[in-house]
């Protein structure tokens, strides 16, 4: 079984979720990164989560490339600590949050409900022309 988890939505919270996407995104722009190859398409930060007591942030990426999600994933975890180390370089942070990353799932949730709402059962259903 799979808890969700309450993210705690303080000013606080916001105004370091802000300050870690842009550092994220920053040094995914750069593309300098430990690993080979480098991406070699653009990723996007789409969101920062943080947990309540501001110590993991959860990285939201999204990328219009055909690559497999989970391929994404692993190779941004791999290379994880150069990550962390270039964005605590770039902010002004007491300490520098755990990094998470996942894939954005809202452009794939999009796509199913588009899909819904022009299938035939949903016309047929609705009376819609």
């Given at each position: 079984?799979?808890?969700?988890?309450?993210?705690?939505?303080?000013?606080?919270?916001?105004?370091?979720?802000?300050?870690?996407r842009?550092?994220?995104?920053?040094v995914?722009?750069?593309?300098?990164?430990?690993?080979?190859p480098?991406?070699?398409?653009?990723l996007?930060?789409?969101?920062?989560?943080?947990?309540?007591?501001l110590?993991i942030?959860?990285?939201?990426?999204?990328?219009?490339?055909?690559?497999?999600?989970?391929?994404?994933?692993?190779r941004?975890?791999?290379?994880?600590?150069?990550i962390?180390?270039?964005?605590?370089?770039?902010?002004?942070?007491?300490?520098?949050?755990?990094?998470?990353?996942?894939?954005?799932?809202?452009?794939?949730?999009?796509?199913?409900?588009?899909?819904?709402?022009?299938?035939?059962?949903?016309?047929?259903?609705n009376?819609?022309d």
């Amino acid at each position: 079984m799979i808890l969700k988890r309450k993210y705690e939505t303080t000013d606080r919270s916001l105004k370091v979720s802000e300050i870690i996407r842009k550092a994220v995104s920053e040094v995914l722009v750069r593309n300098e990164f430990p690993i080979n190859p480098s991406f070699n398409f653009p990723l996007s930060v789409v969101n920062v989560e943080m947990n309540k007591d501001l110590k993991i942030a959860y990285v939201y990426v999204l990328t219009h490339e055909k690559i497999d999600k989970d391929e994404i994933i692993e190779r941004l975890k791999s290379c994880k600590k150069y990550i962390s180390q270039e964005v605590n370089k770039s902010v002004d942070l007491k300490f520098i949050p755990k990094l998470v990353f996942r894939n954005d799932e809202t452009v794939d949730q999009l796509n199913n409900i588009n899909k819904l709402l022009n299938s035939d059962k949903f016309i047929k259903d609705n009376n819609v022309d």
